[in-house]
C-alpha cells in the first residue's frame, strides 16, 4: 500500500472494520500467536535469517517495530517490546482474520497520513521528536479533533495489542515482577492476619 494515501482512502479502509471490536482477541489465540512468534524468534537467532513478516508490508512492519518500542520502549527492567518479540506476535495476530487486516491495515495507512500532512513524510521518516508529537495528540485523549479521531481509536487498540502482546512473554512476565504459578510444598492456609481483615475463619 502506498505511503501516501489520501485520508479519505485510509479512512475507509480503517472504517470497514470497527478497530476495537477488529483488534480484540482471545486468550487462545494470543497463546497460538505468542508459539508461532516465538519458534519464528528461535529461528531467527539460529540462522541469522531475519524475520519475514506474512501479513505486514516491509514499510508497515518497520512502522510496527517503531510504534511498538516508543509506547513499551527497553528500560533498566527489562527489554522493549521488539526484544519481546511483540512484532512477530502482531504479524501472526492479524494472519486470516481479514476484519482485523483492515483495522490494521487502514490504520498504519492514517498514522502515515497525518504525518505527511504535518511533516512532508512519513512516521519511519521522521524523527524521534516529530514521532513523540504526533502520539502525545493521539495517546489517552478523551475529547480529539474530528481530524484525529479514527487515528486515536486506532492507537488505542494498538497500544492495547502491544500491551497484550509485551507483557504475556516471558520478558513482560518478568517485568511484571508476577510470582504466581509457584509449586509451593505444603499449604499452610491464609494467613491469620489476612483472615482477621476480612472477617472470616476457617
Not at 479512512?11 to 512468534?37: D, F, K, N, R, Y
Not at 495476530?93 to 492514517?110: E, F, K, S, V, Y
Request: net charge negative; with cysteine.
Amino acid at each position: 500500500m502506498s505511503s501516501r494515501i489520501s485520508r479519505r482512502a485510509a479512512l475507509g479502509i480503517l472504517s470497514a472494520a470497527p478497530v476495537a471490536a477488529a483488534m480484540s482477541w482471545t486468550p487462545a489465540e494470543a497463546q497460538q500467536a505468542h508459539e508461532h512468534a516465538e519458534k519464528s524468534l528461535a529461528t531467527t537467532a539460529k540462522t541469522g535469517v531475519a524475520f519475514k513478516p506474512r501479513f505486514f508490508t516491509a514499510h508497515e512492519y518497520a512502522t510496527v517495530n517503531i510504534l511498538v518500542d516508543l509506547i513499551i520502549p527497553k528500560d533498566e527492567r527489562s527489554g522493549s517490546a521488539t526484544e519481546a518479540g511483540v512484532p512477530p506476535f502482531m504479524d501472526f495476530m492479524m494472519i486470516d482474520d481479514p476484519n482485523r487486516q483492515t483495522a490494521m491495515r487502514g490504520g498504519l495507512a492514517l498514522i502515515d497520513h497525518v504525518c505527511n500532512e504535518r511533516f512532508e513524510k512519513t512516521f519511519t521518516a521522521c524523527t524521534d521528536a516529530q514521532r513523540r508529537s504526533l502520539l502525545d495528540d493521539i495517546a489517552f485523549t478523551h475529547d480529539p479533533p474530528d481530524a484525529l479521531s479514527h487515528a486515536v481509536a486506532f492507537f488505542n487498540s494498538f497500544r492495547d495489542l502491544t500491551a497484550s502482546g509485551f507483557w504475556t512473554t516471558k520478558m513482560g512476565i518478568a517485568d511484571l515482577q508476577y510470582t504466581g504459578n509457584v509449586f509451593v510444598d505444603e499449604w499452610q492456609g491464609c494467613p491469620q492476619p489476612a483472615l482477621d481483615k476480612l472477617g472470616v475463619k476457617y
